[in-house]
């Protein structure tokens, strides 16, 4: 050591000292021991700032000698291998190492020694996995680095355990493989990063085989020159959407054949720039269904038309010799009635009732079949002038009947105006018709409910058992004989086709003796609801 | 008055004829079964040369061979025969038909009811109508109407 720094030997005591000498030789020491003593602290600052680093670090640091002889574990590395660093310093490393793997270890690290290199990663050669103190093993990513002190060489390995990240991917490599869809990844080029098998059963490739190739050995030839476009406007704008909108969209398997496909994008952005997560599920099946149903509901809407066709031109048809029979039975019965036996006038009499009830089932054939063939547009109609109109040309029905009518503030709804007066007159009729030995009290009204309208015509009538509730809407369905109520029973079969026309339902609820409410629903219009 | 009545069907032919043999006015009814004919009848042609003009058409639509509505456009087409007035009696509704027939000359359209009391009752309306009402061109009205 240098500076002022004086030594004595005994032989070579000076013979003299001065008192000047002898302060400055006391004030040199001082301050040599000063920074010998500050040197110290700082050094041991250092090396307990290096300890603590090392002991609270997240990853497990394990050193080792060039034996392969443990000299550090902190706490990481104890809680990772549950293992106390007391028990492993001194000790052989092989001893963190499952079985399996214990003899290579030792070379690998001679290797890396061999190299010269200051630090890499771990793992070159395979998946490193360690052995914790119960026995399980793990697995881990690893660096090592190599240092020289005190002409010793010291190997530090630092670990993380990713048993965890290992879970994950396993996990994530499940979802893949079972999910019902084709799932690939792309890169920004639209090059196939991952695919899972279904995909590459869809497509008909081969395992691995769509890895690496641009997204467009999937697309039809005549689709491809415009594909790249398309993915360049999907990361413009990225956002999770179905492929596209409006256009029917197919896949091109290896082969080259084709199958229509609906397609899922997903923008996913990572270190390695934008990827796009694609699901792709064959529609060949559903497509199929669709075309199928399509197809028998263009022969339900045939089949309809043409029957409603044949309901139309047959009751037109029957209703010319009809009228012979009818005009002249009627006839015979007004010239020949008393003129030929009493059979004959019996007999004259069945051949004009049966004219002129199947007169009337015609005439209600024709009018069923009209709702459709005479429909004319829906149209915003005020419901209390229908019924107000309806009414009116009931006049003397109500007023012979004493029946009273009731009638709550009625809404605004889309309407064929003709054909909702047909529904409430039959409605109001029949209220009257059925009535019970009480004069008939009819109410209309009209609540929203559910989204639409429900009118409700309701009186103090006869009623009937709820079992008949559905069948009295059926074409030519009577509960009474003609005797006692006249009518062919067709009218609630008509009101109950007009509401169906308008969109809506139809229903009675009643109860014997005590009077029947028939309600029907239509649809809310979108303005000018009352 | 003279009215003929072209009408294919024989049933509804006698139905006419009983429903005009109650009529207030005496009826002079001819019939022609065909357009053909009624065409014939009212030029005077063939079998039908010694016909008179009728006051009143009664003329189904629904004939063989020229229908009601070539009939009727004959029947504008001639600057006298224009001049009869043309019922048209038919079982027809249909919209096309009332609408073709007034925009080719019909007077009026009716449509022929499904029993016998309302036929007499319409008949009677076309005869009060026709024969007591309106005013007809001198040509054609056999009394004078003043």
Known sequence: MGGGRMQFRGDQMPKAITLPELEATNRSLAEEMLARVQAERQLRESKDLLSRIIQSAMDAIITLDEQQCIVLFNVAAETMFCRRAAEVIGNSVESLIPARFRGQHAGHIRTFAETGVTNRAMGKLGAIWGVRGNGEEFPIEASISQVESGGKRLFTVILRDISERQRAEVLFRQALESAPSGILMTDEHGRILLANTETERLFGYARGELTGQPVEALVPDRFREHHPDHRAAFRQCPSKRAMGQGRDLYGRRKDGTEFPVEIGLNPVQTTAGSQVLIAIVDITARRRAEQEKERYTDELKRSNAELEQFAYVASHDLQEPQRMVASYTEILAERYRGKLDANADKYIGYAVDGAQRMQRLIRDLLAYARVNSQAKPLQPTDTSAVVVTVIGGMHSTIASSKAEIVCGKLPMVMADEVQLGQVFQNLINNAIKFHSELPPRVEVSAEAKGGEWQFSVKDNGIGMEMENAERIFEMFQRLHDRQQYEGTGIGLAIAKRIVERHGGRIWCESVAGRGSTFHFTLPMTTSGDA | ?146
């Open chain 2, 1 to 146: 008055m003279r009215v003929l009545l072209v009408e294919d069907n024989a049933a509804d032919v006698d139905l006419t004829r009983e429903g005009f043999s109650t009529s207030s006015v005496p009826v002079d009814l001819s019939v022609t079964m065909s357009g053909a004919e009624a065409c014939d009848y009212i030029r005077k042609r063939g079998r039908h040369n010694s016909a008179t003009t009728p006051d009143l058409i009664l003329l189904d639509l629904n004939l063989p061979g020229i229908d009601g509505k070539a009939v009727l456009r004959e029947l504008n087409q001639d600057a006298k025969l224009r001049r009869i007035p043309v019922t048209i009696l038919t079982s027809s509704t249909a919209d096309r038909d009332v609408a073709e027939s007034y925009d080719i000359g019909a007077n009026c359209y009716l449509v022929k009811p499904l029993d016998f009391k309302s036929f007499q009752v319409i008949l009677r309306t076309v005869e009060k109508f026709w024969f007591d009402t309106v005013t007809l061109p001198k040509s054609l009205a056999k009394k004078d109407p003043r």
